[in-house]
C-alpha cells in the first residue's frame, strides 16, 4: 500500500493521493460510496489501476482502526 497510497504537501494540500497523481483518497471512496464499481472507475480514469482503488479502501479500513468511537453530540 505504501507505494499506492502517497502523501505530499505539493499534490492535492497534502491529502493522501493514488501514486502521487491528483486522485485523493477520499475521491476514489466517495465514488465507491456512491456505487460506482470498480470497472465504471478504471473506465472513466484510465491511469488509474484496480491495484489502487484496493489501496484506498485497505487505506480507508486501517483509519478506522480506533480503540473506542465516542458518539456525535446532537
Do not use: Q
Request: aromatic share 6%.
Amino acid at each position: 500500500m505504501s507505494d499506492r497510497i502517497t502523501i505530499d504537501p505539493a499534490v492535492c494540500h497534502g491529502k493522501p493521493c493514488i501514486r502521487g497523481l491528483r486522485y485523493p483518497v477520499e475521491n476514489v471512496l466517495e465514488w465507491l460510496a456512491s456505487g460506482m464499481t470498480t470497472d465504471e472507475i478504471l473506465r472513466d480514469y484510465e491511469d488509474l489501476e484496480r491495484e489502487d482503488i484496493l489501496a484506498a479502501l485497505s487505506f480507508a479500513a486501517r483509519l478506522t482502526h480506533v480503540k473506542r468511537l465516542e458518539p456525535l453530540a446532537a
